[in-house]
């Protein structure tokens, strides 16, 4: 079962962007986080990948600054690979 800290760390990666995964294995392959599902309806972070993840999100809302200016939370590329799964 995820501890405390695995859900508050999946809700933070919720936040920052939504899980996408390639519908079969449940990794989203944005963050490298698991996920509940292999339909990656939220981030349920490995125990194991906690202080990977949290690094990984410190360095994302560096950049995350940078994208928003732009008047996108995804980056261009990502988000097409994503809808290319039919994820939504
Ligand atoms: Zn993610």
Known sequence: MASPEALQLGARLDEHHLPETNGRIAVCRRCGGRTDSPLGRKHVPDERQLARTIAWL???SRIGRIARVNGS???PGAAEVGRGFGLR
Do not use: K, N, S
Request: hydrophobic share 15%; charged share 50%; aromatic share 0%.
């Open 73 to 75: 939370t995804d980056r």
């Open 58 to 60: 410190d360095a994302q």
